[in-house]
């Protein structure tokens, strides 16, 4: 009899909180903006990796692609990675073929620019610098 009387007043405390188990796991997701200020088109190859706890490159690699942008354009990758302590590191080639810059930066949640992403700009130069 104490059995039923224990589930009859669980379930339903259960239940109220079986929606808010979801939000509390999901991280909020971080989107890289790329802005092209130059008359030529450029790829960049980005890598986002977790950093070892001394501050070097980790093996931990969490995203890896390329963005292309157009001249005098820009291009968004959306969500590529919950919003973490990161080592961006980039490589910026024009026309998909000349390295005209290659860096790093480091990304901690909340340097975000005011629009939540990730954002660099391409001077006419090729070079790539973080908003």
């Known amino acids: 009899m104490r059995r039923r009387s224990f589930l009859r007043s669980t379930i339903p405390l259960c239940v109220g909180l079986a929606g808010c188990s979801g939000s509390l796991s999901d991280s909020p997701m971080l989107s890289v903006v790329v802005f092209n200020h130059s008359e030529s088109p ?32 820009q291009t968004a990758r959306d969500d590529v990675a919950e919003k973490r302590r ?28 005011e629009s939540g992403t990730l954002a660099f700009d391409i001077d006419p130069s090729g070079t790539m610098t973080r908003r």
Do not use: K, W
């Open 42 to 73: 450029y790829t960049i190859e980005v890598t986002l990796s977790r950093p070892a706890r001394d501050g070097s490159r980790s093996d931990a690699r969490v995203f890896s692609g390329q963005i292309d942008v157009e001249p005098d354009g």
């Open 86 to 113: 990161y080592l961006v590191e980039y490589s910026v080639f024009e026309d998909n073929s000349s390295l005209t810059d290659q860096d790093h930066v480091h990304y901690y949640p909340g340097d975000e620019d």
